[in-house]
């Protein structure tokens, strides 16, 4: 059985100018991690943050930031976010040639280790790095850009890689990213999901708060 559902505001949805108001907003909306997508305008054609802004959004915030590294060379990347108040780091399985390194470089540096799946790589891509890890993020957008729809084929994964976690007694927690709202979000927990990255659906809100609210509402 999948652990408690934690959510995880992705602060790239929010406006640009007001990221520490967004912060805030998340936190004393009680959210449980604040989710930052780093993307280089290589892996993803999108730029966003870079470690200067966890930095500054780690001031003001005491929620776990859930440092998601859709960039090239991540283990590049490791230190300077994990420095900056990344308390948990995915790289991605397609962005490293060297995974098992890069992840137990992550734990060394004090994170939580989390490997992340675009949408078409399988979920076997894990098989050899179930020790190494704490999180598995499924992608159920292809990443790169906010509000994209939900691919529901992505369930499927989801569904697999809670029962290869069980098999194994793997005490790790599986995540969910893209298009995940209120009415996703119930499936991805039924499939085994238990981080819930929500960008839109809570910046996107007229009210954050209650769409937080809304959400641990429905994966109670």
């Not at 994990?82 to 790289?91: I, K, N, P, Y």
């Not at 790589?121 to 020790?131: F, H, N, S």
């Not at 599986?174 to 995940?180: K, P, R, S, T």
């Amino acid at each position: 059985m999948s652990a408690r559902p934690l959510i995880a505001p992705s602060i790239i949805a929010a406006d640009p100018a007001r990221l520490a108001e967004a912060a805030r907003l998340a936190e004393s909306a009680g959210a449980d991690w604040l989710h930052l997508d780093i993307m280089d305008g290589r892996f993803v054609p999108n730029i966003t943050f870079g470690p200067a802004t966890v930095a500054a959004l780690a001031r003001v915030t005491s929620l776990p930031l859930d440092v998601h590294l859709m960039v090239v060379e991540p283990a590049r990347w490791v230190q300077p976010f994990a420095e900056a108040g990344a308390r948990v780091l995915t790289v991605h399985a397609e962005a490293d040639a060297h995974l098992q390194r890069t992840l137990a470089s992550v734990r060394a540096a004090g994170c939580l280790a989390g490997l992340a799946l675009n949408p078409s790589t399988p979920e076997t891509a894990v098989e050899y790095l179930w020790d190494d890890l704490d999180l598995v993020l499924v992608m159920t957008v292809n990443p790169g850009f906010s509000g994209q729809a939900f691919l529901p084929s992505m369930l499927r994964k989801i569904e697999r890689l809670r029962a290869r976690a069980e098999a194994l007694g793997w005490p790790g927690r599986i995540e969910v990213d893209g298009g995940v709202d209120l009415a996703r979000a119930p499936a991805c927990r039924r499939a085994g999901a238990d981080v819930f990255v929500a960008g839109s659906a809570v910046y996107g809100s007229p009210d954050p708060a209650a769409a937080v609210a809304a959400l641990k509402a429905a994966l109670a």
